[in-house]
């Protein structure tokens, strides 16, 4: 039956932070998932991280190679010698991998291990052995005995192996020392062998609030090939043989990655989180796979790509078929098993992959030397499944899930999640076209009378609360105006067929245990609604995704390394920033004064696991110290501060300033390999820029500044200043410096911007705007091309264009930028695009005529010449 462990629950549902685990299981036996057991670990301490100061092979006699090691635990266990200092403990060993550098886990004398194995010293191999270098087997948590636990190679970061201390606690660190819940889930409720079904459970049962995964997770899918011929591999479903007329697979979605990184090592939560679920780590694809089958309870398999041959073919097993499965067992398949295959030599369907739903065979597994992966996410039918489970006595963690249902809308989502994690920590490539052979119907509408809860439950329980109910658990309700409601449920519970169903689950939530829930209703007076800023902030975001830049939200940290690859003078920045006296990490304890410093961090992550096109963009709050402002008073708690102490609280506070940054590097336009590739540069960012100002409204120019003014991040020749009209600069935009660009490892002609969005917000009139009449009259539209000194910009002779012609210029754009020899030196020729329109009658040629008089009388005071 399904483990459930807090610490993973949490990432699916708001679990209050002195939740136990009798707890947890009363607030699921309220919903109708019984308690089997609260596991409490049988290991005891002392067991510790150690350091392995050294370790001297000594071979002996009986062919056998023991290390003699010195192991560093910390000066609160290591060993006294005769002078009374602390030295490291001398452990005999008999792994092979141990080695002097390595950091360990150590068990200490006074420890327990499982099958009541206590730690004592003891004399052996010539030594006095003060404790025991632990596999994963001793401990319990894994089946690997071929040698001990070396925390270098158990999943941790980089950071996070550096952190770890001789003595720390191993027990705590690897979550030894807590219990995990083991529920029990009946056969209609396959949706509970997930976290995301647990989570969901947990909301019914206390009203916290869920997140459900799949719904985020479907959000980030790119568009599916429905043949084929479009998707990395060809897939076909042939069954000639349903059992019940009900075809074996009615969705099969395939998800390619490519260049994993062989031997990838798995995180050490997400083996942790395997190991307290029962399941033992085997390699990262593997491991992802069933995470991901656990945290979302659709199976998943990973092919290696570079084996299988197209196409793969889903079909019933013919008479006389075996096969051999993981297991290693040799199996006469029946011919209502169904099986996955693939066509080497072109025969379709010829090569047995595996047993659909259940087990995979030997070939086409993953291996240590695989580079690309197929994901299979599929969904079976759950009679062919159950039939194939028992019949070859396969009771397997993919099988319990299908036999019970499996949600035949989450196999996009799942297959999302194995590929972004298969990135994310084995470095790989996600495939842009998955296939999606989609062969679902709709769950059939059920006509439910409210009015039955009470006649069959006795439960009073009026007609809104019963909607929802049934809402909250994912049905679609059309209540209508009669007394019978539309009811559809979702798809992951196909248990819910009939009308007695629904009842049933009405009562589960509201009368098996007979406490009342109340929703207090929200009194909200005054104004309601996001305000004016809020609400442009939006706008922010929707323009920047919408261009096609992707959000992040870093931690607003920075430290001297940061300041040093932008360009920045550390000492300069760390005197006027925000210090914190207990920094996340030792290495970055100042507060953000621009965005572009955590953001480029991101970028350089991304591009490092080889995402070369990144256009990301943050919007978030820099912090500005006031070398002035008083210090913050300390307050007791327990009572309500007064209106003076928090105004000295907010004038001891450093100021924050709303602003939105992007980073765009690699290629802006890439339409494969027939057509055009494009790199980014300034004018991408120039255009994402200016599309945020045009959407709020404000009125603004890009000041070119002169090359000696240009702040060391920004490229000297192609980087404006964003100033408003009242001369207020608000950002800056352009290409970074090459030599700023060459310290983070960026592509060539990486562009930016950062805006000061409260700087614009206070200089925007946030009232409503008066529409103008639309003019019935035709337009008049005329192409103006001046001879224009070369310090003369484009904003400054349309600024001329628009004065001159008031209110009859409809439209103006700049359309034509020419330099030459025709021209002459010192000049360029500026063509613009002019729409004029009256609002009250048809312009005539005289008309044009003059406006166009005015126009290049107005150009001439900036040396502009009509070009014929």
């Known amino acids: 039956m399904p483990m459930v462990d807090i610490d993973w629950l949490k990432e699916h549902v708001e679990v209050p932070g002195d939740l136990t685990y009798p707890q947890l299981a009363k607030d699921l036996v309220r919903v109708g998932l019984e308690e089997e057991e609260i596991h409490q670990s049988t290991v005891t301490g002392p067991i510790v991280v150690g350091y392995v100061v050294d370790a001297l092979p000594e071979p002996q006699k009986n062919g056998k190679v023991i290390n003699w090691c010195h192991v560093d635990v910390g000066d609160a266990y290591n060993a006294v010698d005769d002078d009374g200092k602390k030295v490291p403990r001398g452990i005999v060993c008999g792994a092979p991998n141990m080695a002097a550098g390595e950091k360990v886990v150590v068990t200490l004398p006074g420890a327990v291990l499982p099958g009541d194995f206590k730690i004592e010293p003891r004399k052996t191999y010539g030594h006095l052995s003060d404790g025991m270098c632990a596999s994963e087997r001793e401990l319990g948590l894994g089946s690997d005995h071929n040698g001990i636990i070396l925390l270098r190679q158990y999943g941790f970061t980089d950071q996070e192996y550096e952190a770890l201390k001789p003595g720390d606690d191993a027990m705590a660190l690897l979550h030894m020392d807590n219990p995990v819940l083991e529920i029990n889930i009946t056969p209609d409720r396959g949706y509970a062998f997930s976290y995301r079904g647990v989570a969901r459970e947990f909301h019914h049962s206390t009203g916290a609030a869920y997140t459900d995964p799949v719904m985020e997770l479907n959000k980030a899918l790119p568009q599916a090939a429905d043949r084929s011929d479009q998707a990395p591999i060809e897939v076909r479903i042939e069954d000639d043989n349903p059992i019940h007329g009900v075809p074996g ?5 395939v998800r390619s990655v490519q260049g994993y990184q062989p031997g990838s090592a798995t995180p050490s939560w997400m083996r942790r989180r395997l190991t307290r679920a029962g399941m033992r780590s085997i390699s990262l694809p593997v491991d992802v796979t069933n995470y991901v089958m656990l945290d979302l309870g659709q199976p998943l398999h990973a092919y290696d790509a570079d084996k299988i041959e197209g196409p793969i073919v ?5 008479e ?38 259940v087990m995979g065979g030997l070939y086409g597994e993953v291996t240590d030397q695989t580079r690309n992966i197929l994901i299979e996410s599929a969904h079976f039918d759950q009679v062919t499944i159950a039939r194939s489970a028992r019949r070859h006595k396969l009771p397997s963690e993919a099988s319990k899930r299908f036999e019970r249902g499996v949600d035949p809308q989450m196999q996009p989502a799942a297959a999302q999640m194995a590929a972004r994690l298969l990135q994310e920590f084995g470095g790989a490539r996600i495939d842009a076209t998955p296939l999606d052979l ?3 119907t709709p769950m059939p509408t059920i006509d439910f009378k409210p009015s039955e809860v009470a006649r069959l439950t006795d439960l009073d329980t009026d007609r809104d609360r019963i909607v929802a109910i049934l809402e909250d658990i994912g049905c679609e309700v059309d209540s209508g105006a009669g007394q019978v409601l539309s009811v559809r449920p979702p798809s992951w519970r196909p248990d819910l067929g009939e009308a007695c169903d629904l009842v049933e689950e009405v009562a589960r939530l509201v009368g098996y245990d007979r406490i009342p829930i109340n929703i207090p ?20 975001a929707d323009t920047l995704a919408e261009y096609g830049l992707t959000e992040v939200l870093d931690y607003p940290f920075v430290g001297r390394q940061d300041l040093t690859a932008f360009g920045y003078d550390p000492d300069q920045e760390e005197a006027v920033s925000v210090e914190l006296a207990n920094p996340m990490a030792a290495d970055r304890p100042f507060l953000r004064r621009v965005l572009m410093l955590p953001l480029a961090n991101t970028v350089a992550r991304n591009l490092r696991r080889g995402n070369t096109n990144v256009s990301l963009y943050e919007i978030g709050y820099i912090f500005v110290r006031d070398p002035k402002a008083p210090a913050v008073p300390t307050l007791s708690g327990g009572t309500r501060p007064s209106d003076e102490q928090l105004a000295q609280l907010d004038a001891g506070l450093p100021e924050q300033r709303l602003h939105v940054a992007a980073l765009l590097t690699g290629l802006a336009q890439d339409d494969g390999w027939l057509k055009d590739h494009r790199p980014v540069d300034w004018t991408d960012a120039v255009e994402s820029a200016r599309r945020v100002l045009d959407r709020v409204g404000a009125h603004y120019r890009l000041e070119q500044p002169e090359a000696d003014q240009v702040p060391a991040q920004w490229h000297p020749g192609r980087t404006a200043q964003v100033v408003l009209d009242d001369g207020t600069p608000v950002g800056m935009v352009g290409e970074l410096r090459p030599r700023v660009i060459a310290e983070l490892g960026f592509p060539e002609h990486s562009s930016a911007f950062e805006l000061d969005l409260d700087g614009i917000f206070d200089h925007l009139d946030f009232s409503p705007l008066q529409a103008k009449p639309i003019s019935t009259f035709p337009p008049v539209r005329q192409d103006l091309a001046f001879t224009v000194p070369v310090s003369v910009t484009a904003d400054q002779l349309a600024s001329a264009i628009r004065e001159a012609a008031g209110t009859s210029l409809e439209s103006i754009e700049l359309f034509d930028v020419f330099t030459g020899e025709q021209i002459g030196q010192d000049a360029k020729s500026l063509a613009f695009a002019v729409t004029f329109r009256a609002p009250d009658r048809t312009l005539t040629s005289e008309d044009s005529e003059a406006l166009r008089s005015a126009i290049v009388e107005k150009a001439s005071g900036l040396g502009a010449q009509l070009r014929a």
Do not use: H, N
């Open 521 to 540: 209703s929200a009194k909200v007076t005054g104004e309601v609604g996001l305000t004016d800023r809020q609400l442009r902030k939006r706008w922010v």
């Open 314 to 318: 889903v079909r019933r097993a013919r």
């Open 249 to 253: 697979c009615d969705r099969y979605y």
């Open 320 to 357: 006389g078929e075996r096969l051999t499965t993981l297991d290693g067992k040799d199996r006469e398949l029946s011919t209502e098993d169904l099986l996955i295959t693939d066509s080497p030599k072109g025969e379709a369907g010829s090569r047995i992959l595996g047993l659909a739903g």
């Open 438 to 440: 989609d062969r679902t």
